[in-house]
C-alpha cells in the first residue's frame, strides 16, 4: 500500500510521467467509488499474502549464509528457482527464475526463461548447486521450514 499511496506517483511526479499519474488517478477514484473499506483491506491481504507466498518459495527455506561468498554463489546457494511451465510463469509473474533474477537483476522477468540453461550450465560447470523444486514441493519445504523454526521458540 505504501509503495501505491507514495513511491510510485512520486516517481510518476519526478519523472513527468503525467500518463501514470492520471491512471493512478483514475484507479483510486474507481477503487474508492465502489469499493467498501473491508473490500479494499481484504484485496490487499490477498494481494500480499499471494506475493509474499511466491516470493517466500524461492528464498526462506534454504540455508542462511554464515560467512561472505561471492554473489554468483550466494545465488546459486540460497535461492531457488520453481519449475517452468506456462501457467507456473504467468502465476508467479516470473518470480519462479529467482536464480536467474540474482544473477541478472536488471533483466525483464519476461526473459528469464532466455538464459535459464547457460545459467544451469555454468552452475554444473562450476559444480554449484541449482536448486529447481516444482510448485507442490516448495510449499511443503516452506511449510516445514516455518515448523523447524518455530521449533526454537518452544
Known amino acids: 500500500m ?3 499511496l507514495y ?5 510518476a511526479i519526478k519523472y513527468r510521467n503525467y500518463f501514470d499519474l492520471a491512471m493512478m488517478g483514475i484507479h483510486w477514484w474507481i477503487l474508492l467509488s465502489f469499493a467498501t473499506p473491508w473490500t ?3 484485496a490487499v491481504w490477498v494481494a500480499g499474502t499471494y506475493l509474499f507466498g511466491n516470493f517466500a518459495l524461492s528464498h526462506s527455506r534454504l540455508p542462511v ?3 561472505q561468498t561471492h554473489w554468483v554463489e550466494y545465488a546459486f546457494h540460497h ?3 520453481i519449475k517452468s511451465s506456462l501457467w507456473m510463469d504467468w502465476w508467479t509473474g516470473y518470480l519462479n527464475f529467482e536464480i536467474v533474477h540474482h ?8 526473459r528469464s526463461y532466455l538464459v535459464r540453461d547457460k545459467v544451469m550450465a ?19 519445504q516452506n511449510f516445514r521450514n516455518l515448523e523447524n523454526v518455530a521449533k526454537h521458540f518452544k
Open 7 to 11: 513511491s510510485s506517483p512520486r516517481s
Open 65 to 67: 549464509a554464515k560467512k
Open 79 to 81: 535461492t531457488a528457482n
Open 122 to 140: 555454468l552452475a554444473a560447470k562450476y559444480d554449484l548447486p541449482y536448486n529447481e523444486f516444482s510448485y507442490t514441493e516448495a510449499w511443503a
Open 2 to 4: 505504501a509503495w501505491r
Open 103 to 110: 544473477l541478472f537483476p536488471t533483466l525483464p522477468p519476461f
Open 40 to 42: 479494499i483491506i481484504f
